[in-house]
């Protein structure tokens, strides 16, 4: 049997064939409560189709399903794997003072969002990412000072609504009364809420300066990773 707009038989590897040049197939549409939700209180068969109309919780049940022995499986659109990428550089000096000193960054070298999202950065707020999009995010950051004293010590951090995630630390060997040039580096992975906020941190136990000097060596990135649910 074959049920379209011209007559004809179906494809040999078809029991039914649908063929339409102006009109979809419309599958049986619920409300998904679960990716093992029962249909009419029974274990579906392995090949069942449903498009579920449960566009809650970042639409993670919404769209079109086949059952697989025990779990509903999306049939997913690449395209909808959105993500959200920033990378800030920092072309001018900062002092360092005694303690925690947030970086402040004055230009973006790249940034992907996807269309309609809030920027993720601004100059009014220079030191801080805005996380638009929850997921996990891979984040990075480097730093490039001069003026270290030898013998005192500076670390790098990122610190996630302001609790630190990651860090590394250089204790300056050398002549005493002496200064070098130190640049830094640390990365972690970090799971984000909206509007959750990311900054970098530089910590030291006496004055110092942060001189990009043009090198490019002084950034933060921020990088969402493109995962498919999992539930």
């Given at each position: 049997?074959?049920?379209?707009?011209?007559?004809?038989?179906?494809?040999?590897?078809?029991?039914?064939?649908?063929?339409?040049?102006?009109?979809?197939?419309?599958?049986?549409?619920?409300?998904?409560?679960?990716?093992?939700?029962?249909?009419?209180?029974?274990?579906?068969?392995?090949?069942?189709?449903?498009?579920?109309?449960?566009?809650?919780?970042?639409e993670r049940l919404g769209g079109l399903f086949v059952w697989k022995d025990?779990?509903?499986?999306?049939?997913?659109?690449?395209?909808?794997?959105?993500?959200?990428?920033?990378?800030?550089?920092?072309?001018?000096?900062?002092?360092?003072?005694?303690?925690?000193?947030?970086?402040?960054?004055?230009?973006?070298?790249?940034?992907?969002?996807?269309?309609?999202?809030?920027?993720?950065?601004?100059?009014?707020?220079?030191?801080?990412?805005?996380?638009?999009?929850?997921?996990?995010?891979?984040?990075?950051?480097?730093?490039?000072?001069?003026?270290?004293?030898?013998?005192?010590?500076?670390?790098?951090?990122?610190?996630?609504?302001?609790?630190?995630?990651?860090?590394?630390?250089?204790?300056?060997?050398?002549?005493?009364?002496?200064?070098?040039?130190?640049?830094?580096?640390?990365?972690?992975?970090?799971?984000?809420?909206?509007?959750?906020?990311?900054?970098?941190?530089?910590?030291?136990?006496?004055?110092?300066?942060?001189?990009?000097?043009?090198?490019?060596?002084?950034?933060?990135?921020?990088?969402?990773?493109?995962t498919l649910p999992f539930f």
């Amino acid at each position: 049997m074959k049920i379209s707009s011209t007559p004809g038989s179906p494809h040999a590897s078809a029991m039914l064939e649908l063929e339409s040049t102006n009109r979809g197939f419309l599958p049986p549409r619920v409300f998904l409560t679960s990716n093992s939700m029962l249909l009419n209180g029974t274990t579906p068969a392995n090949g069942t189709i449903v498009f579920s109309i449960n566009w809650e919780d970042n639409e993670r049940l919404g769209g079109l399903f086949v059952w697989k022995d025990v779990v509903w499986m999306r049939l997913d659109d690449s395209k909808k794997l959105s993500i959200s990428h920033i990378r800030l550089v920092k072309n001018n000096d900062q002092n360092l003072g005694i303690g925690n000193n947030e970086i402040t960054w004055n230009e973006i070298s790249d940034v992907k969002q996807p269309q309609g999202d809030l920027p993720m950065w601004s100059l009014s707020t220079p030191a801080k990412v805005i996380i638009r999009r929850k997921g996990w995010y891979f984040v990075s950051s480097s730093c490039r000072m001069g003026d270290v004293l030898v013998g005192e010590t500076r670390y790098l951090a990122i610190a996630h609504n302001g609790q630190q995630i990651t860090a590394s630390g250089y204790d300056n060997p050398g002549t005493a009364g002496t200064s070098n040039n130190v640049t830094l580096n640390t990365s972690t992975m970090v799971y984000c809420e909206i509007n959750d906020e990311l900054v970098t941190l530089n910590f030291g136990n006496s004055p110092a300066a942060i001189k990009p000097f043009g090198l490019k060596t002084t950034q933060f990135n921020v990088t969402q990773l493109p995962t498919l649910p999992f539930f």
